[in-house]
């Protein structure tokens, strides 16, 4: 039971990753589909932490299970930091990742500098509230057009100099091996052990909720009844 990590995602392409990356270890993946339709959390932390949290502690309380959030997104120096923690709703609410890339590269246009960096943080929090974290960067530079079909989100727009192609253009296991997840990742898979251990603690520590004797008031206690 406790070796259970619920993935604070509906997004395929992010379990996949993550199921790929922690394919040796114990833990068994599993993700918000598993378990139906449920209230959603709030995002409106103004970090990668803020939302990271916010999200691993509400489906670890709703679920009454450990759940594993990240929070990620892309940086464009060029922008001020935009898109940021908005990176999954930059052209709106319900864009799609062909429209986010496209504004952001309509907006990019003329930039000479085009170094940007996608940075996620990870959250894995507990019903009763405690949580450990973990982060991780990826530098690149911001391409002129969408290049590659592979990856998602703004993937085509990002080129890795260490590869001479954008993270669209390589398959995912080996973006994996250097992406901004796949850097939180590995420190979360490299310290797997100790956080079961962890887990299970915590898990531990719920107390079951106190009874409550309202229904009993009208009892005189102090009298003794006779059977």
């Not at 009763?128 to 703004?154: H, K, M, N, Q, V």
């Not at 997840?181 to 898979?189: K, L, S, Y």
Request: contains cysteine; aromatic residues 8%; charged residues 30%.
């Amino acid at each position: 039971m406790h070796n259970i990590i619920v993935l604070a995602t509906n997004n395929k392409n992010k379990v996949k990753e993550f199921q790929e990356i922690l394919k040796d270890s114990s833990v068994q993946i599993k993700c918000l589909q598993d378990y139906g339709p449920l209230p959603e959390a709030i995002e409106d932390g103004e970090t990668f932490d803020d939302n990271a949290y916010k999200k691993s502690s509400h489906y670890a309380r709703v679920l009454g299970l450990p759940c594993l959030a990240d929070d990620s997104g892309l940086v464009v120096d060029a922008l001020d930091g935009r898109p940021g923690v908005y990176s999954a709703r930059y052209a709106s609410d319900n864009a799609t990742d062909m429209e986010n890339c496209d504004k952001l590269l309509e907006e990019m246009k003329g930039q000479k500098n085009r170094s940007a960096h996608f940075q996620c943080v990870l959250s894995l929090a507990t019903p009763g509230g405690p949580a450990l974290t973990w982060e991780g960067r990826c530098d690149g530079e911001i391409t002129t057009e969408r290049r590659g079909e592979s990856g998602f989100g703004y993937d085509p727009v990002f080129f890795y100099p260490d590869f001479g192609k954008t993270f669209a253009e390589v398959p995912m296991n080996t973006k994996s091996e250097v992406s901004h997840r796949g850097r939180a990742m590995a420190e979360f898979a490299g310290e797997v052990d100790k956080v079961l251990v962890w887990v299970r603690q915590r898990m531990e520590e719920i107390k079951p909720q106190k009874p409550d004797h309202k229904e009993f008031e009208h009892n005189d206690w102090s009298e003794e009844r006779m059977v």
